[in-house]
């Protein structure tokens, strides 16, 4: 099992940048694939990035992609999604999600394939 904590959210004026950070605890982290999602409010959680185990393959939100970077450090137990450009529209709660999948170099993009969460952390963009 694994237990996922975010951070690094905040208020940032369109434009700006910032860096969220999702640590795990367990000593198996490098075999779980990660990813990020986000829920506006009145509206469904939604895909925005995801990384493999290894760090080689990378998934992106049309709406995301050019803007965000998912990394991971598999010696420090933490992931990574670094937001650039940022829109009101990037405006969310955004979560960390963990599944085990150490025998492909994959990472879901869905919802229901990931088996952990995180607490979510609130990211908010002013106009």
């Known amino acids: 099992q694994v237990q996922l904590v975010e951070s690094g959210g905040g208020l940032v004026q369109a434009g700006g940048s910032l860096r969220l950070s999702c640590a795990a605890s367990g000593r198996t982290f490098s075999s779980y694939a990660m990813g990020w999602f986000r829920q506006a409010p009145g509206k469904e959680r939604e895909f925005v990035a995801a990384i493999s185990w290894s760090g080689f393959s990378t998934y992106y939100a049309d709406s995301v992609k050019g803007r965000f970077t998912i990394s991971r450090d598999n010696a420090k137990n933490t992931v990574y999604l670094q937001m650039n450009s940022l829109k009101p529209e990037d405006t969310a709660v955004y979560y960390c999600?963990?599944?085990?999948?150490?025998?492909?170099?994959?990472?879901?993009?869905?919802?229901?394939?990931?088996?952990?969460w995180g607490q979510g952390t609130q990211v908010t963009v002013s106009s």
């Open positions: 999600a963990a599944t085990e999948n150490y025998y492909s170099d994959y990472a879901p993009t869905v919802i229901h394939e990931y088996d952990y």
